[in-house]
């Protein structure tokens, strides 16, 4: 089993920057893709970022050109660089670590319980 833990969320003024982490502990043998999602109030959680073991990633067009997500796959660690921070980013943010061994495994998600993001001044 993977265990995911959120951290470094917190109160912020507009046009500031905030960095989030994520570890992963446990059974990590074969996560892939890890990412960031973002869930605000009366809104469906919705992807920030991913990025795959390989390095590649994927922003959502409201976050892209401000955040940066970033990942230590020996460490399993994932981080999320936030900069210029809007009202609108203001929302619950989840690490998640997905898991598969092989291709013809069915994918397992890991998810933290969300670590909180406010933006108002």
């Known amino acids: 089993q993977v265990h995911v833990v959120e951290s470094g969320g917190g109160l912020v003024q507009p046009g500031v920057s905030l960095r989030l982490s994520c570890a992963a502990t446990?059974?990590?043998?074969?996560?892939?893709?890890m990412a960031w999602y973002r869930q605000a109030p009366g809104k469906e959680r919705e992807l920030v970022a991913s990025?795959?073991?390989?390095?590649?990633?994927t922003y959502g067009d409201s976050v892209k050109d401000r955040f940066t997500i970033s990942r230590d796959n020996a460490k399993n660690t994932l981080h999320l660089q936030m900069n210029s921070l809007k009202p609108e980013d203001t929302a619950v943010y989840y690490c998640?670590?997905?898991?598969?061994?092989?291709?013809?495994?069915?994918?397992?998600?890991?998810w933290g319980q969300g670590t909180q993001v406010t933006v108002s001044s």
């Open positions: 990025v795959t073991s390989g390095g590649r990633t």
């Open positions: 446990g059974d990590t043998m074969c996560i892939s893709t």
């Open positions: 998640n670590a997905e898991k598969q061994c092989n291709k013809a495994d069915p994918r397992t998600e890991n």
